[in-house]
């Protein structure tokens, strides 16, 4: 694993924390910030947690666990890739970690995604979180209006 690639991001959304906390934990707004993907939990610490839908015509089922859920601050999943070239073992599963904060204007929200198996997947995903994060700030905001 690649201990020196972290995506580290943040973005300021002006929408209360109660509101992003919903979109970026359930079901509807995953698949809206994750292209298309259907998540499947109980969404308990120690639960499963399935990503399936199609990509490029092909279909996958990604997975992980839910580590952390500490409702309107952090949401943490370990997650592996189908398409990660790497076999499904658990040093191979990367690590998510989603954190919220009030601040004046709404909330700040964080995201660490580490432990990648290779540079390319360290690369695709740093464009990923950019995306996503756009994505749920519009959401979260439009709706808020």
Same mark, same amino acid.
């Given at each position: 694993? !690649?201990?020196?690639?972290?995506?580290?991001?943040?973005? %300021? /959304?002006?929408?209360?924390?109660?509101?992003?906390?919903?979109?970026?934990?359930?079901?509807?707004?995953?698949? *809206?910030?994750?292209?298309?993907?259907?998540?499947? @939990? %109980?969404? +308990?610490? =120690?639960? !499963? /947690?399935?990503? $399936?839908?199609?990509?490029?015509?092909?279909?996958?089922? %990604?997975?992980?666990?839910?580590?952390?859920?500490?409702? &309107? +601050?952090?949401?943490?999943?370990?997650?592996? @890739?189908?398409?990660? =070239?790497?076999?499904?073992?658990? &040093?191979?599963?990367? !690590?998510?970690?989603?954190?919220?904060?009030?601040? *004046?204007?709404?909330?700040?929200?964080?995201?660490?995604?580490?432990?990648?198996? @290779?540079?390319?997947?360290?690369?695709?995903? *740093?464009?990923?979180?950019?995306?996503? !994060?756009? /994505?749920?700030?519009?959401? $979260?905001?439009? *709706?808020?209006?």
């Amino acid at each position: 694993m !690649l201990q020196d690639f972290v995506v580290n991001q943040t973005i %300021d /959304i002006a929408a209360p924390v109660n509101k992003v906390w919903k979109f970026i934990t359930t079901p509807a707004g995953m698949k *809206e910030y994750l292209f298309g993907t259907h998540a499947h @939990s %109980d969404w +308990k610490v =120690g639960s !499963l /947690i399935r990503f $399936t839908g199609e990509w490029e015509g092909k279909p996958y089922e %990604d997975k992980g666990t839910i580590e952390v859920l500490e409702n &309107e +601050k952090v949401f943490e999943y370990t997650y592996y @890739s189908s398409f990660s =070239g790497v076999p499904d073992q658990a &040093e191979n599963y990367t !690590l998510v970690r989603m954190e919220l904060e009030p601040i *004046e204007t709404g909330t700040r929200l964080s995201v660490k995604h580490s432990n990648f198996p @290779s540079e390319t997947a360290y690369q695709n995903n *740093e464009k990923h979180w950019d995306l996503a !994060l756009d /994505i749920i700030k519009d959401k $979260t905001e439009a *709706e808020h209006t």
